[in-house]
């Protein structure tokens, strides 16, 4: 396999940089911005991620190689020769995180590793670092599986994986309002990102995309951030705790208790529904919650 090197290895100076620069920035202007323990612990669950990432790499790469002998098309690597099929990768990788991003709202197993990203209350350049220990033990690689089948060499696929995380990560950030409005239209900004981490009934559900914003006009999922609704961040349940072994398995944790107690026809339910779902209607999901607040929002209209 054609070796690249790691893109997000050298953006990672330039991370440190500007979440510096966002903790000056909010110290001067909104302490309440940044808590020390829950920056430390998005920082250790980055960490972890990057030990788990490396532990199981050569597995990826493996699949990724071995799918990619049954490819449709050839296509090559070189850039000066190939450059509109990098273009195209990049925008399909793109199509294919949003798909992984949707699914790991809507399907409790993938949840349960993406909801680590989602645990923090706070919402900052930090947060983008707060990522999963067992995307691997969740199968989450499976969604770009489909572009080695393609044809695109899986060190392009890799590469362009990489500079996906890269824009995401600055992003995550309350500093920045709004965009220039046609920058607003195609690509995903700070605006529709926070949205995305808010758990604001009106907010649920929503802007699942990586680069391009066009996904969640596309298929229905776009919801904008109102200036009258400031967001709330973190996940419907709080975790409420800075433990960081907790946060990156507490959910796996409610699966298995969940499966457990389950009568036999709702065990794999509480595994492939969505999160929140039980079968006895004793919690909500984010639909449900999202339907209730519509139906009373309604209400409140009728009545004046």
Wanted: proline share 4%.
């Amino acid at each position: 396999m054609a070796e690249l090197p790691d893109p997000v290895a050298y953006a990672v100076p330039g991370f440190i940089l500007l979440l510096i620069v966002e903790m000056i920035v909010s110290r001067r202007k909104d302490r309440s911005r940044y808590e020390a323990r829950d920056t430390l612990t998005s920082l250790l669950l980055g960490t972890g991620s990057q030990v788990a990432g490396a532990l199981v790499g050569a597995a990826v790469i493996g699949m990724a190689v071995w799918i990619h002998q049954f490819r449709l098309f050839d296509i090559g690597i070189t850039f000066g020769q190939w450059w509109w099929a990098w273009i195209l990768c990049f925008v399909l990788d793109d199509l294919a995180y949003y798909a992984f991003h949707r699914s790991a709202h809507r399907v409790r197993w993938f949840w349960a590793s993406h909801v680590i990203h989602h645990s923090s209350q706070h919402y900052n350049l930090s947060t983008a670092l707060r990522q999963t220990w067992t995307g691997f033990f969740s199968l989450a690689f499976i969604f770009r599986l489909p572009l080695f089948l393609i044809g695109f060499p899986p060190a392009m696929v890799f590469f362009c994986a990489g500079l996906n995380l890269i824009y995401q990560f600055w992003i995550h950030t309350e500093a920045i309002r709004r965009m220039p409005r046609w920058f607003e239209a195609v690509m995903n900004t700070p605006s529709h990102h926070r949205v995305h981490h808010g758990v604001n009934p009106r907010y649920l559900d929503a802007n699942y995309a990586g680069v391009f914003i066009i996904w969640d006009k596309l298929f229905g999922s776009f919801v904008a951030e109102r200036d009258d609704e400031p967001v709330r961040y973190g996940i419907v349940r709080q975790l409420g705790s800075f433990n960081i072994l907790w946060a990156a398995v507490h959910e796996w944790v409610g699966i298995a208790k969940d499966v457990w107690h389950a009568p036999w026809k709702h065990k794999l339910d509480y595994i492939w529904r969505e999160p929140g779902w039980s079968h006895d209607g004793s919690r909500a999901t984010s639909a449900m919650i999202k339907e209730r607040w519509a139906a009373g929002r309604t209400s409140e209209e009728a009545a004046e």
